[in-house]
């Protein structure tokens, strides 16, 4: 974005370099294809043989919890690959996993498992790529309070329970001692769509107090109870902002683009961890990875793990119906992969992908079955 020739200059070359890497993964499945190829010399030296994309259109859908990650990548992917027009629009977790069912879209966003396979076709019809992971922030309007406030697993059960219905409520004052706090009522605002933070969010809650929060998790908010609404996390935030005693659970970039103030969490080693893209990282890094790489990193057993963590994929038929498409697909994951995981991921408000994690998920790029 910097209008200074010599920063232009070095995202230009670092772009340049990056298609090389991102194409590299895919060039192995262009066989046959309409493509044609260029060959580049990077600032390296090494000549490499690279991949023009034909024309393709990829549509997505889903998660309003990885928005601004994916917004961000498609613009930079398109940078790099006119011909290949990507979109992805919002519309919560539930609505891309529907929209990939029905196939009106070629991959999906999410923020919560599939629970029912059988209208794909099966568990094994689809591939899950995480792609990054972030705090879901537990954030407030008090106009009262100016300090940051704690809450700990039970004291935000109760709260979204409904059991906790003011802010003075004595619980609130034991996780925050030495803060004044008014008698405001609690309005507590929660997601209107179905939606994968809620997923995350109501499945921490059911862990850290099962005996307060007995509602389960779902993508739905239970509709027993309660309080204010919001459409995606953006609408989660809106509510927040404008309620005084509103609190609500809301996506880390959405919290940080919106001013909100977000809250420490107590995580279950008892250590008070504030929402950063460090603690995420480690609630990631001490989750176990399913084959099928879904994985729950909410109230990880680790001492600098933020507690609400939520890990986000895309999803997609492995099975490819059309050549150009799948290619295009395939570049699109592999760049999330990589620049995704570098100029994208932290600049948009995510933890990039580590370890055995991001390593499984590059190499489930070849488990893709393109025509």
Sequence with gaps: MSTVPAQRGRRQRMLAVTAVATLALVAGACGGSKSTTSTT??????????????????????????????????????????????????????????????????????DAPIKDYGPYGGATAVLYFPTVAAPITVSYNVSAVSKTLVFSGATLAKIFAGKITTWNDPAIAADNTGVTLPRTKITAVHRSDGSGTTHNFTLYLGKADPTDWTYGNSTTFPTTLGGATGNGNQGVAQTVQSTDGGIGYVDFATAQAASLKVASIKNSTGQTIAPTLQGASAAVAAAQIN?????????????????????????????????????????????????????????????????????????????????
Excluded at 314 to 333: E, M, R
Excluded at 351 to 366: H, I
Aim: net charge negative; aromatic share 8%.
């Design 291 to 371: 084959p099928d790489l879904t994985y729950d990193p909410t109230d990880a057993s680790a001492a600098a793990a933020y507690p609400i963590t939520s890990p986000t994929w895309v999803v997609t038929y492995k099975t490819q119906t059309d050549h150009n498409t799948g290619l295009a697909l395939k570049a699109f994951l592999s760049f999330l992969l990589t620049t995704g995981q570098t100029s994208v991921a932290q600049s948009t408000g995510y933890a990039a992908l580590q370890g055995d994690l991001l390593t499984k998920s590059r190499a489930q790029l070849d488990a893709l079955v393109i025509p």
């Design 41 to 110: 010399t990077p600032a390296g030296g090494a000549t490499t043989t690279t991949i023009k994309l034909a024309p393709a259109t990829l549509n997505g859908s889903g998660s309003t919890f990885q928005l601004a990650f994916d917004q961000e990548a498609v613009t930079q992917f398109h940078s790099l690959h006119s011909s290949v027009n990507v979109t992805y629009g919002g519309g919560g977790s539930s609505k891309g996993l529907t929209d990939l069912q029905n196939k009106l879209v070629q991959y999906a966003g999410t």
